[in-house]
């Protein structure tokens, strides 16, 4: 017998390139999802049965284009045979199309399906959340959580996307040089996205969902390649790795969330970190700054500390605010104001978060960051109602619990104490 766990971490792992082999076959979206989604269903039958195949992947590749030209045969069986003769012709055509994607360095699979949701006649929302539900199978749920919208908006926004592509005859082939530059920030996004997806989980579940890290990765490791002289693909490369090197540190024994001041730095993963920081240092040398060059830049700051006390606040604070001009957006001013209280105390960072409450309505960190701060100053019922409100929007169990670590410290006796030990919760610290 096969265990379930093992069964669904292997779907999930080789959706992206079973999809992305049956959207070459069959030439559209929804009938490649439901090509492999058949598939997928053939595998729950037969694999606790008769064991797991040897490649995954190709098993359901094989699987899900022969369910999908059962299907077309099915559709069309009243028609003549012209049905019949393209399905005969299709191996040729693939034989050429994955010949000419490997002139253009195309030798993976996913990324070409990547580019193809990212083309330019979708507007970028639409192409980033088209490809993590594609290339990736998160749940509109999750995609909605990624871009702090409604499940139901972001339901219309893939559903257009779909829609578009399907009528505006958008070609699934590869795109040339010019256009690849052209589009590589939408799949840069798309890349991080799919890592935060990752990188987001509990310590539940953070062994099933470890390989969207890992994937985001290899699929930047494989942009690098492509893109070798490009910054802004060094810069999300090494933030990724940057990131991950602190995975095996971020949760205790008990799957309770370590606040990276908190955290064994011994145990962070030091060949990640050393590539991580020698990208980095190659991406400024080309000094055209982006978003994705001084997130990592802020990352390595983090990583080449020793100690937490080592940490330079002041650069990470005047990083920040670059990164604010880069790209306005209440998350990036809320990571500041960790910095910002590191620096200017409590009151400072708190003033520089209030504005930012009508936005940050619905996120969890939000109310972490404020109820941390407002502990601090020792205003324990604003902070209570703060960390209430955090607890109801956690996405995970470890970060309710977190949080409600805070809580248990209001009941201290002396407020000197709670001060002390207060930290402000951020996604940026974890």
């Known amino acids: 017998m096969t265990d379930p766990a093992w069964i669904s971490t292997a779907l999930s792992s080789a959706r992206p390139q079973a999809v992305a082999a049956l959207l070459r076959y069959f ?30 992947a190709a098993w359901l590749i094989f699987v899900g284009r022969n369910s999908g030209i059962d299907a077309a045969r099915r559709r069309s069986k009243q028609a003549p045979l012209p049905a019949e003769e393209l399905v005969s012709d299709l191996e040729d055509v693939e034989a050429g199309i ?36 594609i290339v990736s199978g998160l749940s509109v749920k999750q995609i909605a959580r990624a871009f702090l919208v409604g499940e139901s908006a972001m339901e219309q ?148 500390a020793a100690r937490p006390e080592d940490t330079d606040w002041a650069e990470i604070d005047l990083l920040y605010s670059v990164l604010e001009s880069m790209t306005p957006s209440p998350v990036v001013t809320l990571n500041r104001a960790v910095a910002f209280a590191k620096l200017r105390g409590p009151e400072a960072a708190l003033k520089l978060i209030e504005p930012l409450a009508p936005k940050l309505a619905g996120y969890f960190h939000f109310f972490g960051v404020k109820g941390g701060l407002l502990m601090q100053l020792g205003r324990a019922e604003e902070a209570r109602e703060a960390f209430d409100r955090a607890i109801a929007l956690a996405n995970t169990a470890a970060e309710a619990a977190h949080i409600r670590m805070h809580l248990d410290r209001l009941s201290a006796p002396s407020p000197k104490s709670v001060k002390a030990n207060t930290k402000a919760p951020s996604s940026q610290l974890q």
């Open 27 to 56: 030439r559209d979206l929804d009938t490649a999802e439901e090509a492999f989604q058949e598939a997928c269903l053939r595998a729950l039958r037969n694999w606790p049965e008769k064991g797991p195949p040897r490649d995954p």
């Open 157 to 304: 926004r893939i559903t257009r996307a779909k829609a578009r592509i399907a009528n505006a005859d958008v070609p699934f082939e590869a795109p040339g040089p010019v256009e690849r530059s052209e589009r590589v920030a939408a799949v840069l996004a798309m890349v991080y996205l799919v890592f935060n997806e990752g990188y987001s989980a509990g310590a539940t579940e953070i062994a099933n969902r470890a390989p969207l890290c890992e994937e985001a990765i290899r699929l930047a490791r494989l942009l690098l390649r492509l893109f070798q002289t490009e910054p802004e693909v060094m810069g999300l490369t090494a933030l990724l790795l940057l990131q991950h090197a602190r995975a095996a540190a971020r949760f205790n024994a008990e799957g309770e969330l370590v606040l990276m001041e908190d955290q064994d730095r011994s145990l962070w993963n030091r060949s990640l970190i050393d590539e991580g920081l020698a990208l980095i240092d190659k991406a400024m040398r080309h000094r055209r700054s982006g978003p994705y060059q001084i997130q990592a830049a802020i990352a390595a700051l983090h990583a080449r």
């Open 98 to 133: 994955a010949e000419r994607l490997d002139g253009q360095h195309y030798r993976d699979d996913i990324l070409r399906l990547l580019f193809i949701c990212c083309h330019p006649d979708l507007p970028a929302t639409q192409q980033v959340a088209l490809a993590l539900r």
